[in-house]
């Protein structure tokens, strides 16, 4: 009956194991158009929740998993709150490592994004095309992969939370 037992707690153990609990992508994260059509990064991470690793990866198009040519990635752990700034001009004090031209460049695939790993852990990623973030009206969001009003954005991220 142990053996029996034994088997039985294996088996499971291996179908979790098999099953990939890792972490969920979630909308939290959005390109806002500024009024003077400056494109902005909007971070809605769930309630008090920290997050790390922000990035801005940019890829020409047709490259797949090739290298990122533009962008800026950060180590930085702990972050907290709701945050918005300048797409290519991230925080000073996350000391971000720029790569390659800091403005969006045309023909250009970009992601967005940061994760919290710990509890319910989630990736908060969007991604964007330089041709969708430069038909963006102002004041409105690009998430989830379409465009939509501030509240709309704050509603799907409360959602998803």
Partial sequence: MRHTGAVAAGIAG???LLSG???VDLPLAGVRAAPDGTPYAVFRP???DTYRGPHLDGRPRGAGDGPVT???DTDRRGLRGDTAFPLFAPPA???ARHRGAARPLP???YELGFGHYGGDSYNATVTFTT???ARLEPGRVWADGRAMSPGAFERLAADAC
Avoid: K, S, V, Y
């Fill in 14 to 16: 291996g179908m979790l």
């Fill in 93 to 95: 004090r996350w000391r």
């Fill in 21 to 23: 609990c890792g972490a």
């Fill in 107 to 109: 023909r250009h695939t």
């Fill in 46 to 48: 769930c309630g008090d």
């Fill in 131 to 133: 041709e969708q973030i």
């Fill in 70 to 72: 533009t962008g800026w």
